[in-house]
């Protein structure tokens, strides 16, 4: 296990009484995402073992230290995983303070989801439950400049601290600004961002305002690096150019 049945996942003692200790079977089905790290599957809350992503109303900043909300991001992210293998399969590991079921969990085709979510940037190893387990990973995201790692952000676990008022100067992670090895990843965002970033079949970056013609039939896939922009010079900023109509 990468988190201690004994402690719980957050630390806290929640040894169950002995007559209590029954197995708990894995969860299989169609998973929702709640958020980069956190799905439901039939009704149960299921928390990631071993990874750590931005929270939903985390804001980072990309390469050319334009904010995006990387939380949002990352859901969209691992909605589109999950969506092209499911169910997903999430074997139990503990129960955190919160009661949720943490688990280790598996698409349909058996790809690990916290690796990928480490391998693309859309999370952390969480060093503290997972042992190392996702570090290798992480290294090839950070190192390939792709998800968070395009630009510079605070780890989740001090972000909440900050929002918990925990500390006051929470450490920021900053990628050395050299060129990019590949195209970082970006993806959806919120109803107040609603310009379509497309990468056209000859690679061209283009964006699409809700009042052009083919805003509707444009679609947003993360996984290619396209993405959502809050206005239109952020989009001009990041490297993209208006459609033509």
């Known amino acids: 296990m990468l988190a201690s049945a004994a402690t719980g996942y957050f630390g806290f003692d929640q040894r169950p009484p002995t007559h209590l200790k029954t197995p708990v079977q ?110 290798s990973h992480q290294s090839a995201a950070k190192k390939e400049r792709i998800g968070v790692w395009s630009g510079s952000f605070q780890p989740p676990w001090d972000w909440r601290a900050q929002q918990r008022g925990k500390t006051a100067e929470p450490a920021i992670v900053h990628v050395p600004e050299e060129p990019a090895t590949t195209t970082p990843r970006y993806g959806l965002v919120s109803s107040s961002c609603r310009i379509k970033g497309n990468i056209a079949a000859e690679g061209d970056r283009i964006y699409h305002m809700p009042d052009q013609k083919f805003y509707a039939k444009t679609k947003v896939t993360a996984s290619k690096g396209e993405r959502w922009f809050c206005s239109e010079v952020e989009a001009q900023q990041a490297g993209w150019r208006p459609a033509r109509q």
């Not at 990631?48 to 939903?56: H, L, M, Q, V």
């Not at 909605?79 to 169910?87: C, G, H, Q, W």
């Not at 009661?99 to 979510?117: Q, S, T």
């Open 26 to 135: 894995p969860l299989i089905g169609r998973a929702s995402v709640v958020d980069g790290d956190t799905i439901e599957i039939r009704g149960e809350r299921v928390r990631i073992n071993g990874i750590d992503a931005p929270e939903s109303a985390q804001i980072c900043k990309d390469a050319k230290g334009a904010n995006y909300r990387c939380g949002s991001l990352a859901a969209a992210a691992l909605a589109e995983y999950l969506e092209r293998s499911s169910p997903t399969h999430c074997e139990f590991v503990d129960r955190d303070r919160y009661g949720r079921f943490v688990g280790n969990c598996r698409r349909a085709d058996g790809k690990n989801i916290a690796e990928w979510l480490a391998r693309n940037g859309h999370a952390l190893d969480w060093p503290r439950y997972s042992n190392g387990t996702y570090a």
